[in-house]
């Protein structure tokens, strides 16, 4: 079968349903392509027994009026402001986040705390050059300071050592979330740190709501999302996009259109061109690699375990990044408020030892790296000994793609992409992964709404 239609995306979650929204609002023609059963991409909301939780909770937060203004009047009252609380989790001890100098203090230990002064007036003196994540956090917080809360967190979400990261994650991303620049604003009482923010806006029912609610108001306008179809390949000839070729449940479909808007890995995306493109655009598109995310989630028989919304894990010996409370995003994601529904997350490689294990060896895992953590400690005297046999139901979600790699040469190989891909007269890719860029939500939104306006 055969459909014609003016606007194909590919993708939807928050991006291409940014894109749909804004050109069927528009009176153009859309559809939505989509290979989950749900919208909302690594921004959805998943279900367990009643009980809701994102793939990593979702916080809604941007200085853009024009993507604030869409949220408020999409969700309207269901658009929460909620109270943040995170702390980190590092040495067996909790630091307080936003840092608390007799906190910081009383965890690191005096002597610590000298060191720490003493290896970042060093590192003031001898800058090293910035070509790498590490070279960029020493010259800033100290060898000493990155050693401390740096490595091993950084390691364990990249799966790649500090000197081989780039120092544009750091850039982008320390200079606004930064555990250590808090530390260092605590210690040398340098002005506010903006991600010290302690609220936040977040859908009553998840982050997933906000993208569901995009989904109904698309198809109101008279667009139409296609969930469940896999793209499978992408037809070109003479530098335009002909049509691409979905599965949807075992039936092979083509839809041809006029412009095409992709939200796809930018990687997998030129591998699923055909007429194949040269060499070196699919060695390029290769060497792009992303981190998968795995979240598991275990419902547990009782109420107020901790009042954090979620906590960094920095210790190496285990393998968790984060731990999620989801009772404290919105009590409505929990059906039973005698229950707390935690969410243990963790990165890996796609189709790793770690990706491949069963949901069974997952939630064990889980379970026991929350047996040896403090806060557990804490919320077995609450909970009696044997909290972690009252761990009742657990479900595994695991999702490629979730984290694109900064490696030193990832800009080369995607200025390589680029240039090609600007052939594509009737193509655009954009989103987090369309664009190879660690976007949140908003910086995505906006990437769909430019992209429908080029259009419109
Ligand atoms: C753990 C984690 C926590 C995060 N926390 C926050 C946060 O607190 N705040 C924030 O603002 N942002 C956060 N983000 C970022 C946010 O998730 C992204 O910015 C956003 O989801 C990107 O939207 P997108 O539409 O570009 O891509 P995606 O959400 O990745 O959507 C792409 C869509 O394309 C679909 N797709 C892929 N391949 C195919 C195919 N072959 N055929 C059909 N469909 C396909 C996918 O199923 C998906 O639905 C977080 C990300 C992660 C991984």
Redesign the pocket.
């Given at each position: 079968m055969v459909i014609h239609k003016k606007i194909v995306i590919?993708?939807?979650?928050?991006?291409?349903?940014?894109a749909g929204y804004e050109l069927s609002r528009s009176k153009n023609q859309v559809v939505i392509?989509?290979?989950?059963k749900k919208?909302?991409?690594?921004?959805?909301t998943e279900e367990c027994n009643g009980n809701f939780f994102?793939?990593?909770?979702?916080?809604?937060?941007?200085k853009e009026k024009r993507v604030l203004d869409l949220w408020k009047n999409i969700l309207k009252d269901d658009f929460l402001e909620r109270p943040r609380l995170s702390r980190i989790y590092y040495n067996k001890k909790f630091f307080n986040y936003p840092l608390k100098i007799k906190n910081v203090l009383k965890n690191l230990g005096l002597l610590n705390s000298f060191l720490v002064i003493f290896s970042f007036l060093k590192a003031k003196i001898k800058k090293q050059k910035e070509d790498n994540f590490e070279a960029w956090v020493t010259n800033r917080f100290g060898k000493r300071l990155f050693k401390i809360f740096f490595k091993s967190y950084t390691e364990k979400l990249w799966g790649i050592g500090t000197k081989e990261l780039s120092s544009d994650w750091a850039r982008q991303r320390i200079q606004g979330l930064s555990l250590f620049k808090a530390i260092k604003d605590a210690l040398f009482r340098k002005g506010k740190e903006k991600t010290l923010i302690k609220k936040?806006y977040y859908p009553k029912y998840g982050?997933g709501q906000m993208y569901e609610k995009m989904a109904e108001k698309i198809k109101e306008n008279q667009g139409e999302i296609l969930l469940n179809?896999?793209?499978?390949k992408i037809n070109y000839q003479d530098n335009k996009i002909k049509n691409i070729v979905?599965k949807n449940k075992g039936e092979t479909r083509e839809i041809s259109g006029d412009n095409f808007i992709s939200?796809?890995?930018i990687n997998?995306l030129i591998l699923?061109l055909s007429p194949q493109p040269p060499k070196e655009i699919i060695k390029a598109a290769q060497a792009l690699k992303f981190r998968s995310?795995i979240?598991v989630t275990l419902t547990i028989d009782k109420k107020d375990l901790f009042p954090d919304n979620w906590i960094y894990i920095h210790d190496r010996n285990l393998k968790t990044i984060?731990i999620q409370n989801f009772n404290n995003w919105s009590p409505d994601l929990v059906k039973d408020k005698n229950k707390t529904v935690l969410g243990v997350?963790y990165?890996c490689w796609e189709n790793d030892d770690f990706w491949n294990k069963s949901n069974k060896e997952l939630i064990n895992l889980a379970k026991e790296e929350l047996g040896a953590i403090n806060i557990t400690k804490k919320a077995s005297q609450k909970l009696g000994s044997s909290w972690l046999e009252e761990i009742k139901a657990g479900k595994v979600i695991k999702?490629?793609?979730?984290?694109p790699v900064y490696t030193p040469k990832f800009k080369d190989d995607l200025k390589v992409i680029l240039d090609y891909l600007e052939n594509f007269k009737n193509l655009q890719t954009?989103?987090?992964?369309?664009?190879f860029c660690?976007?949140?939500?908003?910086?995505?939104?906006l990437?769909?709404l430019n992209s429908a306006h080029n259009i419109i």
């Open positions: 590919l993708g939807a979650g928050p991006t291409g349903l940014a392509i989509e290979r989950n919208v909302g991409g690594l921004s959805r994102d793939i990593g909770g979702h916080r809604f937060l941007t936040f982050s179809s896999y793209v499978q979905i939200t796809l890995p997998k699923k995310f979240i984060r997350e990165v999702a490629k793609d979730a984290y954009v989103g987090r992964s369309g664009a660690y976007n949140n939500m908003d910086d995505s939104i990437s769909g």
